[in-house]
């Protein structure tokens, strides 16, 4: 008797994608595969209505995964809070868009506290001899890396203790 075997599909592989908002550009990171690593990905400029950005950067990262062939699993956005943990105008902005974007995909999005990211990022490359024109091309991806970081470790750091 001849058995049919049956086709398993494996399992689609997925990453995680990071967001630096900015008002004139969005920086964004990906994960590597074991969601260990964040990496840089692109820059995106602004559109100048925020419903234009979000699908600006759904299209680039549709097209981005499509060529990886990954599934996005998730979204984190740095939410940037004032020091005191307080909500300010910029945590307002990106709380707006982050509703809007949810409108557009059915990617689970997570906001972050992203408080002095861009600071941290604007140090490291300073710290690395990075002339100010240069360190103005890649900010928002080294400070999505740095958001997108902080998540992976902490949601690592999670799943180890539990």
């Given at each position: 008797?001849?058995?049919?075997?049956?086709?398993?599909?494996?399992?689609?592989?997925?990453?995680?994608?990071?967001?630096?908002?900015?008002t004139?550009?969005?920086?964004?990171?990906?994960?590597?595969?074991?969601?260990?690593?964040?990496?840089?990905?692109?820059?995106?400029?602004?559109?100048?209505?925020?419903e234009?950005?979000?699908?600006?950067?759904?299209?680039?990262?549709?097209?981005?995964?499509?060529?990886?062939?990954?599934?996005?699993?998730?979204?984190?956005?740095?939410?940037?809070?004032?020091?005191?943990?307080?909500?300010?105008?910029?945590?307002?902005?990106?709380?707006?868009?982050?509703?809007?974007?949810?409108?557009?995909?059915?990617?689970?999005?997570?906001?972050?506290?992203?408080?002095?990211?861009?600071?941290?990022?604007?140090?490291?490359?300073?710290?690395?001899?990075?002339?100010?024109?240069?360190?103005?091309?890649?900010?928002?991806?080294?400070?999505?890396?740095?958001?997108?970081?902080?998540?992976?470790?902490?949601?690592?750091?999670?799943?180890?203790?539990?």
């Amino acid at each position: 008797m001849l058995v049919k075997r049956l086709k398993m599909d494996k399992p689609k592989k997925t990453r995680i994608i990071g967001i630096d908002y900015g008002t004139a550009r969005f920086g964004i990171a990906v994960s590597d595969e074991m969601k260990i690593i964040a990496m840089p990905l692109m820059t995106i400029t602004s559109e100048s209505k925020s419903e234009k950005t979000v699908i600006k950067i759904l299209a680039e990262l549709k097209t981005a995964s499509g060529l990886n062939k990954y599934e996005i699993e998730a979204i984190v956005i740095g939410l940037p809070l004032k020091m005191n943990g307080k909500f300010g105008l910029q945590a307002d902005d990106v709380t707006h868009f982050i509703e809007l974007l949810k409108t557009h995909t059915d990617i689970p999005i997570i906001a972050w506290d992203e408080r002095l990211t861009t600071v941290q990022a604007e140090r490291s490359m300073r710290e690395g001899n990075m002339t100010r024109k240069k360190r103005s091309k890649i900010v928002d991806k080294v400070a999505a890396v740095i958001i997108l970081q902080s998540y992976l470790d902490n949601r690592n750091l999670m799943h180890s203790t539990s």
